[in-house]
């Protein structure tokens, strides 16, 4: 009765939740209770951030092994160095350092005034291009028109 119990839970383990099980790629790390209104960190969107509001609590996924220096690269899918992120930035970015103040995003599009210090290193990751904004949720460069409308 036990082993029929085991085989049963190995197959709906496999069949409906496939990674949800633990299983992850040879370059990726299983999380239990990842933000799932923050996605992964991509190369194109190296530094998401929580959204003001967020109701959902926690996710199980695969991500890549930060602790190896390694990103996925959002285009292929696959984990890379994170070195190797300067050619693979998405439609409507550009490569460039990271600046002092958050860029425009959909929930924050007017660029509101910021008095943080600048870091003295430069942190390179893909940018909005001038006159796109941040879609916080894809992590996409938009235009503000473009963006998803608020919920509620």
Known sequence: MQQLLLILIALLCQDTLGQLCGECGPLEVFKECASPCVPERTCQYQFPVEPNVCILSCEQRCECDQNKGLIRDKQSGEC???GKCEDRCSRNQFYGCRPCCPEPTCDN????????PCPRICINECLCKEGYVRNTRSGECVLPRQCP???G
Do not use: E, F, N, S
């Not at 599009?109 to 943080?116: A, E, G, M, S, V």
């Open 80 to 82: 890379i160095d994170i």
């Open 109 to 116: 599009p007017k660029h509101l005034p910021c008095t943080r």
């Open 149 to 151: 409308r608020p919920v």
